[in-house]
Structure formats: C-alpha cells, structure tokens
C-alpha cells in the first residue's frame, strides 16, 4: 500500500499550477469547437469596437448607429434598409444562419492599446464572432493583427491609411472604406483645374500611420501635378490647439495648406486656420488655399462656415441618389432625424457584408467568411459596383471629391459632391510600391 | 522675426491660461495648504458654463416650414430660438452671439458656490491629512466631476464660436511696420491675453490693495499668528478657495472659443499648471503667474518645425525639461518660498 503524503510545498505547486491554467485567455487554449466563438443554435454576438471618447468620438458614435440599425435589419426589424437594394439575396432578416444577431460594444478611446484591450473582451468574455469598428489606422491595424491571432473575422470600420489593407494586411481582416492612395489619384485632377500646376503646399500632418500615409500619397499626386512641397510638419493626435503649428505657414512661401487631419483635429486645426486669416491672404500672387484630403459631414459640421469651398475626398455621402444610399439615408434619417455619416456607411456595410459572407459560405468559420468575401464583387450598397479584392481585401469602388458648400439650405447640405471618379481610375496595381511589405498570410479559423 | 513674435504671441495666449490655472492652484496652496488635483476640473467647468448658457439661450420651438423640406424630404422643423421670439430676431442673435463673453456672468456665482461646496464638503476634512492623501482625494473629485459633465454634455468637444465681432485676425505685422499679412493674429486670442492680465491684475490688487487681502497675505505668511489675534482667517481661507475657482472657471468660460470643450480638457491643463507651479516656486503667486507665460513661450517655440527638425519630439517634452533644469538649479523654483513644502 503506498503511503504517498502530500507536503505542503506540493499542494501550493498545483493549486498554482491549476490557477495558471484557468486563467490561460480561452483564445490561445484548445477547445472542442471547430473554430472560435462558435455560436450556439440560437444567437450570434457580434462585436462593435468604436472610438466612444477622444478625437474620433463623433464618428465612433455615428458608427454604433449604424451597427444597431444593421442588427435590427439583419434580424428583420425596421425598414430593412439596404437589405432590398444589396445584389445578393442572402440575407432575408432571419438574423445570419437562424441565428438572432446580438451584440457587444466596446470604447476603443482612440488608443490602440484600448481598443486591444476591448476586443479581446470582447472576443474572450463575450464570445464575439466578428469584431469590427475604426475610425483610427493604428487601432484598426492593431485590433486586426488581434483578430487574425484569435481566429475571428475583422470587418474594418472608417480606416484609411494604405497600411490597413498594404504591408499591415491580414487574411481575417477586410476593409470596405477607401484609403489614401485613392484619395490622391482622385483629388489631383480637380486640385490641378481648380488651383493650377504651379503651387507651393505646406502639410500639416496627425502624427500616426494614417497622416503619415495620406500625406505621402498627397506629396505623390501634387510633386506629379508641378506643386512643390515647402515642408511637412507632425502634430500630435488630439494636440487641441494648432496655432503654433499654423502660425508659421503664412510666412513659409507657401500658398496651399494641406491637412492631413481627420476628426476632432480637422475640426480645430482647420477652424484655427481661418482664425489666423490664412484663407484671407494672398501668397505668391495667388489666393491662398486649403485642402483636407479626407473629408466627412460630421467634421463640416463641427468647422461650420470655415469649411466653404475647401476641396476633399470621401467615401460616400448621403445625398447620392442611387436607390443603396437612398434606402439607407431614409432608414438612419427616419431612426435617428439627421443623416447618416460616411463612418456610418461603411459600418452599416461591412456589417451586412459579412453577415452574407456567412450565410452564401453557410457557415460561421472564419476561413468560410474569407472564401465567401474574396473576389466577391456586389452592388446596391451605395457606391456603384464593388470588389474586395482576394489578393489584398481591400474594395475597389467610385471615390467621391467634395467641396464645403458655400450656401447650404440645412444643417446636413454642407458638402457638394463635384465629381465622381470610377472605380477603374482609382483601382491600383497589387504591387503598388506604397502597399509592399506585407502578406495576407492565410486564414485563422482559431479555436 | 515674424516666426518668433508669432510664437511669442503665441505662447503669451497658451501661458495666460497656464498661469490664471496655475494662480488659483498657488492661491489654494498658499493659503489652505491643500494641493488640489481637482483645479483642472475647475477650468472645464467653468468651459462648460459657457457651454451651459449657449445651450440655455438656444432653447428654441418647433414650427413646420412647408415651403422647405429636410434631406428626407419632409416638411422642413425649424427651430425658433425664444429668445429670437421673446427680443426680436436681431436682438436674439446678438444674445446667442456674445454667450460666451455673457457667461462671465453666469459663471462667477456658479464657480463660486462649487468652490465653496468643494472645500466645505470636501476638502476641509483633509487639511491635517498628508499630501498624498490630498492629492488622492482632489484627484478623486476631478474623476468623478469630468465623468459627471461626460454624461450630462457627452464625450464629444463642443464648438462655441466667438462673438461674430471678434472673429478673423487682426494684422498685427502691418501695426508693428512688417508687410500686410506677416503677422495676422486672431481677435479672440488677443482677447483672451488682455482678459487674463485684467484677472491676474485684480487678484493681485485684491490681495494687495484689500484689508481682506492684507489678511489673507498675512494668514498664508503666519495663519498661527493671525488666529491668535482673534481673525478667523478660515472664513477668509474659505473665500479665498471660492476666487480661485472664479479664475479657473473664467479662464475656462473664455477659452472656449479656442478650444472646443470637452470633458477631460481640465486634465489635459491640470498637468501642465502643476508644473508651472512647481518650476514658478510652491506658494509663490508672482512665480506662477511669470513661470506660466514663460512655459507658454518656450512651448510655443519648441513646437516650430525648425526645432522639432532638429530635436524631434521636444514639443512635448520641453515643459518638463525645463523643470528638471529649474528644480536642479533652484529647488525652491524661480520665486520659491523657503519653508514651503519643506517639512
């Protein structure tokens, strides 16, 4: 008969033992399920990842709108919205797969460290399926890296740097919003008619890989155009004020400002630029001008008259007039009384994007998600006929170049859209030198 | 040159809030012994008075407009405010127009009872406790006073225009004799410098000029002394507590057309006017006025391109450098007390 004793040493190593065990994060532990988050036969959760603080709030808050509407479509309530109009067919307010669509939601705060840390919650505690959300470049690329380890899908919110879907590129993750590159290409021909070839650009650029990557494309499309760049400054994200930034553009020779700023920024630093005169002098014989490269509704509103005339590029805007856009600005309008933003739109469309995914694929698991979305080219979602591309996930679409609209009849009609470049003219090679470095990688299904 | 009087400009707008911010932080200090981390919240309420009165004057009717449509097409709601209704339209813009120089007004009864709520309700139970305990105690209120305004106003900044009089630049260059447009500075900023040397000059005549003040100077020099010839300098102290956040919520109110409020933008200044405090000298309320203008400056030029060319990233930094370099000269600070904090 053996006469093992348990010492007291032993007893504290596996309780320790067993305690590391237990608090090992589920994601990186097997498990029976043939993927992560598999989800039971009645519901899925769904998990929406927004700035709701910080620089990028009022988008983050615009964004959740659009989630919740995209719930109460998918699972047959409301008007149904773009359900109708969507080329495919799939979804018929069911919830996705018999399953009732729920969801969590998470405040990213603008910090990739944050949104990191509430998309692992997410994922971990609330068994989400699918993350998505932005509004920033560096919480979109860090969120998505997380995805593509944990084995869900990362359907990309408003995130517009090159890296996204260039050298930072995942399998798990797909971007329907457009990026910087596409923002240069089609806002160089307008800017030459409008300014002329000859022109002396200061940029003043939000410190993270979004600015840096719009000010680059930016740099590409105005040097090819004959502008020449006087001198390129960083600014810190949420700097508040710009004026020591802005003061020393008057006297630097150059005669257009171009803001590589997006949110809360945008609205001070352009706003501090009319305070300062700079859309009041003259440089170089000419008008001096600005330019916000990227450019949204909820930004105009918060720059009010300051943004009359400036010419930028957007991904979608409410007052298109194909029936996608229309259904879709009379569903939000009719649920929350003011239109929708182009944040809004591009999550209202990822969200119905891999829901369809996963009903054509007839399956929850992210690598069917993935064959489901690669090379898949729909319509009826408001920006005309659409790819994600397979090599890259990133979808090839019309851009839109806007203009602050000088005498707007509502408190919405603050951008005119005054050209529409086709898809084919924005569409780049995949071995564009700006998207190298990167690789897809293959699919993480997890569990 | 019209970079550099630019930048100085510049910083004398960025330093007038640090050192009104930093005046009330040394007046509490000096007086009460308390050092208060929840004085940055005092300068975000104060913005959000003026966010507060705008709103008020905003509150406006319904009425349908059928000869205009919204972007559903629908007969188009327009809103009336009363006071357009109540003063005619011209009148009415106006009031909407000036609500942040009118909030002054508002603000001063409003910050005034906030202090003296904070101190009676709060604070004066932490006078005999060590610093550290204040510190986690003001630091507490400022947490739970951001996250208040955050659920009543929303995390999003809120635009508060200048008066319509006030808004565009002033050519300052061609004043000064440099060509037109060298040297354009906006109206609202040299508003705001002028507002603050008015402020920081009453304080100081009151301190000064006041039996009150000369009672207070003399409390905060010897409050043993004081209360042994029969004055209740804690009254006083008390009233003190009350003017400082006056200042800090009327560097807040007219801040807002600079910076949009938002909820944490007491914390963004709270950092930033300790250090003023501590590089201006603990207790000292001429070091902290000239510590924050001389920050403001040295801030304004680090942020220019030809130095951040040189020393990347020293626009956020150069604010702690410089205290590191002070407090190894002078460890008092610039005009430091000796026997503040030394004990």
Redesign the interface.
């Known amino acids: 008969m053996s006469t093992k004793s348990f010492s007291r040493r032993g007893v504290l190593k596996a309780g320790a033992a067993t305690g590391v065990g237990l608090a090992l994060p589920t994601i990186f532990t097997g498990s029976a399920r043939a993927f992560t988050n598999e989800p039971g036969a009645s519901s899925v959760t769904l998990g929406f990842n927004v700035p709701q603080t910080g620089a990028y709030a009022d988008e983050g808050a615009d964004e959740l709108r659009a989630y919740m509407l995209a719930v109460e479509h998918l699972n047959g309530e409301g008007d149904g919205g773009m359900l109708s109009t969507f080329s495919s067919q799939a979804l018929d307010g069911t919830g996705i797969l018999g399953r009732r669509v729920e969801y969590v939601t998470g405040d990213t705060q603008t910090s990739s460290d944050a949104a990191r840390s509430s998309a692992r919650s997410m994922i971990e505690r609330d068994g989400a399926i699918m993350i998505t959300g932005g509004s920033s470049s560096g919480v979109a690329i860090a969120v998505q890296g997380l995805c593509q380890d944990a084995g869900v899908i990362f359907m990309a919110g408003l995130t517009h740097s090159n890296d996204t879907t260039g050298k930072d590129r995942r399998a798990n993750g797909f971007r329907h919003f457009f990026n910087t590159e596409m923002s240069g290409h089609a806002l160089a021909p307008i800017l030459s008619n409008a300014y002329g070839n000859d022109r002396k650009a200061y940029h003043l650029t939000a410190d993270y890989t979004w600015g840096w990557s719009q000010e680059n494309s930016m740099r590409t499309y105005t040097e090819a155009l004959g502008w020449e760049t006087i001198n390129t400054v960083r600014t810190p994200v949420g700097a508040g004020d710009f004026s020591s930034y802005l003061t020393p553009v008057a006297n630097s020779g150059a005669d257009v400002l171009i803001l590589n700023h997006y949110g809360g920024d945008m609205v001070n630093s352009l706003t501090q630029a009319v305070q300062f005169g700079l859309r009041d002098m003259m440089a170089n014989g000419k008008t001096f001008e600005i330019i916000v490269p990227l450019f949204s509704r909820l930004m105009a509103r918060g720059a009010g008259s300051a943004i009359e005339g400036i010419y930028g590029s957007t991904n979608w805007h409410w007052s298109l007039q194909d029936e996608g856009s229309q259904a879709f600005t009379r569903s939000f309008g009719t649920k929350y009384g003011f239109p929708p933003s182009q944040a809004a739109h591009t999550c209202y469309v990822q969200t119905l994007l891999y829901a369809d995914a996963v009903q054509r694929g007839g399956s929850f698991n992210p690598c069917s998600v993935v064959e489901a979305l690669e090379g898949y080219e729909f319509d009826g979602l408001g920006n005309g006929p659409t790819l994600y591309r397979a090599e890259d996930h990133q979808c090839f679409k019309d851009v839109l170049v806007v203009r602050g609209k000088e005498n707007p009849e509502n408190d919405y009609d603050l951008l005119e859209v005054v050209e529409i470049t086709p898809r084919e003219t924005v569409t780049y090679p995949i071995d564009h030198p700006d998207f190298q470095g990167g690789s897809l990688g293959s699919c993480n299904p997890g569990a | 040159m019209?970079?550099i009087i630019?930048?100085i400009?510049?910083g004398l707008?960025?330093g007038s809030a640090y050192a009104l911010i930093a005046l009330g932080l040394t007046l509490i200090f000096g007086t009460l012994g308390v050092v208060n981390f929840a004085h940055g919240a005092l300068f975000m309420l104060g913005a959000f008075c003026a966010v507060t009165l705008n709103k008020i004057f905003n509150l406006s009717f319904e009425a349908i407009d059928p000869t205009?449509t919204?972007?559903?097409g629908n007969p188009?709601v327009v809103n009336t405010p009363y006071v357009e209704a109540w003063f005619g339209p011209e009148m009415g813009h106006s009031i909407i127009d000036w609500s942040v120089p009118l909030s002054i007004l508002f603000a001063i009864p409003i910050m005034a009872f906030i202090g003296v709520a904070m101190e009676r309700g709060l604070i004066r139970y932490f006078y005999k406790r060590p610093h550290a305990d204040q510190i986690l105690v003001t630091f507490g209120l400022a947490i739970v006073l951001q996250e208040i305004v955050?659920a009543f106003y929303?995390?999003?900044?809120i635009?508060m225009?200048a008066p319509e009089a006030f808004?565009?630049?002033f050519?300052f260059g061609r004043w000064i004799g440099f060509d037109a447009?060298?040297i354009?500075?906006?109206y609202?900023?040299l508003v705001y410098f002028g507002f603050a040397a008015v402020v920081i000059g009453a304080v100081f005549a009151f301190l000064r000029y006041t039996t009150f003040g000369m009672v207070v100077r003399a409390g905060m020099a010897d409050r043993e002394t004081v209360g042994l010839l029969g004055i209740d300098i804690d009254k006083r102290f008390v009233a003190m507590f009350a003017i400082a956040s006056i200042v800090a919520g009327l560097a807040g109110v007219m801040y807002t057309p600079?910076?949009?409020p938002n909820y944490?933008?007491g914390m963004?200044f709270l950092v930033l006017s300790f250090v003023v405090v501590v590089v201006g000298g603990m207790g000292s309320l001429e070091g902290a006025v000239a510590a924050g203008f001389l920050l403001g400056i040295l801030?304004?030029f680090a942020?220019?391109?030809q130095i951040?060319e040189f020393i990347p990233g020293i626009?956020?930094v150069i604010i702690y450098l410089v205290a590191v370099v002070v407090l190894l000269t002078r460890p008092r600070g610039l005009m430091g007390r000796k026997g503040v904090m030394e004990d």
């Open positions: 019209e970079t630019l930048q400009l510049n707008d960025k205009r919204d972007f559903l188009m955050k929303g995390a999003n900044p635009p225009p808004t565009g630049s050519d447009y060298a354009m500075y906006p609202w900023r600079i910076l949009s944490h933008m963004d801030q304004s942020s220019m391109s951040i626009n956020q």
